[in-house]
């Protein structure tokens, strides 16, 4: 069974960086991507980044591009997000998830870690 943990989530004010890590175990296979996803209240869940695990190709959402980063650690199965340059708007619960099959449909999720951004 895949198990994905995040770390990293806190308070910050505007302007301030935090660093997300999601450790996946489990599992025979590396999956083929791995994502991050956030939540903010009353919002529905947004797609914020992925990285192909193979390539290390990326991918951002416009409202993060060029203040978020994805990585990766191959050896300790552990993706990162290093996010810059925080607004109050970033404040959410964020994911980590796990693609395995490629289609977008994300097959495994952690548990969720709170970001809060002061203005």
């Known amino acids: 069974q895949v198990q994905l943990v995040e770390y990293g989530g806190g308070l910050v004010q505007a302007g301030g960086s935090l660093r997300l890590s999601c450790t996946k175990s489990g599992g025979t296979y590396s999956a083929y991507a791995m994502g991050w996803f956030r939540r903010a209240p009353t919002k529905e869940r947004e797609f914020v980044a992925d990285i192909k695990w193979n390539s290390g190709k990326t991918t951002y959402a416009n409202s993060v591009k060029g203040r978020f980063t994805i990585s990766r650690d191959n050896a300790k199965n552990t993706v990162f997000l290093q996010l810059n340059s925080l607004q109050p708007e970033d404040t959410a619960v964020y994911y980590c998830?796990?693609?395995?099959?490629?289609?977008?449909?994300?097959?495994?999720w952690g548990q969720g870690t709170q970001v809060t951004v002061s203005s």
């Open positions: 998830g796990a693609d395995y099959y490629g289609s977008d449909d994300y097959d495994y």
